[in-house]
């Protein structure tokens, strides 16, 4: 199997042709609808038409082989949760290797398919219809998050600015998202106050159908996850903005009926395309060890069995030899849960062990860590239609297995956390315990298990067999980030130094974001 496979294309640009005016330049111009400008803005069709690509492409869920690029051959490997076993040649993400080509593609759709869009709100909508430019800006935290998550800085304040455009620090970038957050939340309840009818509806393609105060419990429950990501830098604001959160009048995803899902357009799962109809996406060994070793009923939701080991699961491990790209062809592919087109944005469970973690650090999440951590896995249970949330959480016993490699040995290797599912003794015990759960729950969103491990080296995955970045990067740490796009280096190469400037490291995938500090969790 080769990249061809996997239908490679190039991005591409066209120039369109410019005309010179004309005596009749507004009859030529006229809309052949009919409809005059004023028309347009009154039903909101000017700005509408500009949140659809939000919905598809933020987590590409209608174009398989763009969202293998975005995302499927860096985060959901680094994570440990599935593997492309494909013999790539010299430049493999897997082994450390990492290709270019691949790695600029998240930043390329983020900026051409999201945040060009949202710019247009923000021109036409701003202190004119507040309402949809505060929904604007919870869409583009989501999708700025994730990229500034991947890359460290980004065009942000900076966007549409004349000449090049610069890049502000990853810092700078989480306190405007933040301030915009402030202004989403509390344009949206104001008007959730005033009684006033949702204008979102027909337009939101997420699970929520323009619901004002779903909009508000997720915008919250994003700042917490953000909260969480900074706490390691600058506690004090992490704390702040975590009880801000958690404190609002309208609050996080409680229930499961607030889960945040996106349908896909074309009603596939690009996951499910990958593993079965290209035959071309496993499970990883990490999920096997942990998910097996714990006996998680969620492992038959997330995996099938393999045909090479009837009945049981097999695993491949991460950066190991792939003689060809049919080797692995009999291990476990996906299951149920990647059946369906819907793609979980963020789930009730997540945010339960956010509060978890927060109430371990002591601040008022509204609950013990405990009874936070408890409930996520329920949540989670109940999410994706598994049983014995209760037995699974008092067990003291069961760990993750070694792995074993059906066909290679020599890629065999123990077991690397010692832990149990029930609740610990310690802070750092039961803050394992709390993201080994949360990266359970978080399936199959690997950018978001992927950065949670950065943070807290979370859970305990196994390090890859062969480290092929002539000594970049560490076997030990791990990828840290995407090193900045080659078509910004093209187009915006001003632009690129500030990034590098700001990131304060060499452009490459070992130099830590912001936020990846490297110090004690506690």
Not at 72 to 77: I, K, M, P, R, V
Not at 425 to 451: C, F, H, R
């Amino acid at each position: 199997m080769t990249l061809n496979k996997f239908k490679k294309t190039a991005i591409c640009f066209s120039l369109l042709a410019a005309f010179g005016c004309t005596d009749n330049f507004e009859e030529i111009n006229k809309n052949p609808e009919g409809a005059t400008t004023e028309q347009l803005e009154q039903d909101y069709n000017n700005i509408k038409s500009l949140f659809k690509p939000a919905f598809s492409r933020i987590y590409i869920s209608d174009i398989t082989w763009q969202y293998q690029i975005q995302q499927s051959l860096q985060a959901d490997g680094w994570s440990g949760y599935m593997i492309t076993p494909v013999p790539f040649g010299d430049t493999n993400n897997y082994d450390y290797a990492l290709n270019p080509g691949w790695n600029g593609y998240a930043w390329e759709r983020a900026y051409v398919d999201i945040i060009a869009n949202l710019y247009k709100v923000e021109q036409r909508a701003k202190g004119k219809y507040d309402q949809f430019y505060a929904w604007s800006l919870i869409v583009k935290v989501v999708q700025m998050q994730r990229i500034t998550d991947m890359y460290g800085p980004a065009v942000y304040s900076k966007y549409g600015a004349e000449g090049s455009a610069l890049y502000d620090s990853q810092k700078d970038i989480y306190l405007q998202m933040f301030k915009d957050l402030d202004f989403a939340v509390t344009e949206l309840t104001k008007r959730i106050d005033a009684g006033e009818s949702s204008t979102f509806k027909g337009t939101d393609l997420s699970s929520y159908d323009g619901d004002y105060a779903q909009w508000v419990k997720y915008a919250n429950s994003l700042r917490l996850r953000m909260a969480m990501r900074i706490v390691k830098v600058d506690p004090a604001l992490a704390k702040t903005e975590a009880e801000k959160a958690v404190n609002n009048s309208i609050g996080v995803l409680k229930v499961n009926a607030d889960v945040m899902k996106v349908k896909s357009p074309v009603d596939l799962n690009v996951i499910d395309v990958m593993s079965h109809s290209w035959v071309g996406l496993f499970m990883g060994a990490d999920m096997q060890s942990i998910l097996g070793g714990y006996q998680d009923p969620r492992i038959s939701k997330y995996w099938n069995t393999a045909e090479i080991t009837p009945g049981q699961y097999a695993s491949i491990r991460n950066g190991v030899t792939y003689p060809s790209g049919t080797t692995y062809a009999k291990f476990s592919q996906t299951g149920p849960r990647t059946k369906t087109g819907e793609v979980t944005w963020m789930s009730t469970a997540e945010v339960y062990f956010l509060r978890a973690e927060g109430a371990l650090r002591g601040w008022n999440m509204g609950g013990t860590a405990q009874e936070f951590y408890e409930a996520g896995i329920r949540a989670s249970f109940e999410q994706n239609g598994a049983e014995g949330a209760s037995s699974y959480a008092s067990d003291n016993t069961k760990k993750p297995l070694d792995y074993v490699d059906p066909l290679f040995p020599e890629n065999n290797t123990p077991a690397v956390s010692k832990i149990t599912v029930a609740w610990g003794a310690t802070n750092e015990e039961n803050l394992e315990k709390i993201i080994t759960q949360k990266w359970i729950a978080t399936y199959p969103d690997g950018q978001e298990a992927w950065s949670e491990f950065r943070r807290t080296g979370y859970p305990k995955l196994f390090r890859i067999k062969n480290n092929k970045s002539g000594g970049v990067i560490s076997t030990e740490l791990g990828v840290r980030r995407l090193p900045f796009a080659q078509s910004e280096e093209a187009s915006n190469p001003a632009g690129v130094a500030s990034g590098v400037t700001a990131l304060g490291g060499p452009d490459n995938g070992a130099t830590r974001l912001w936020w990846d500090v490297d110090a004690p969790n506690f």
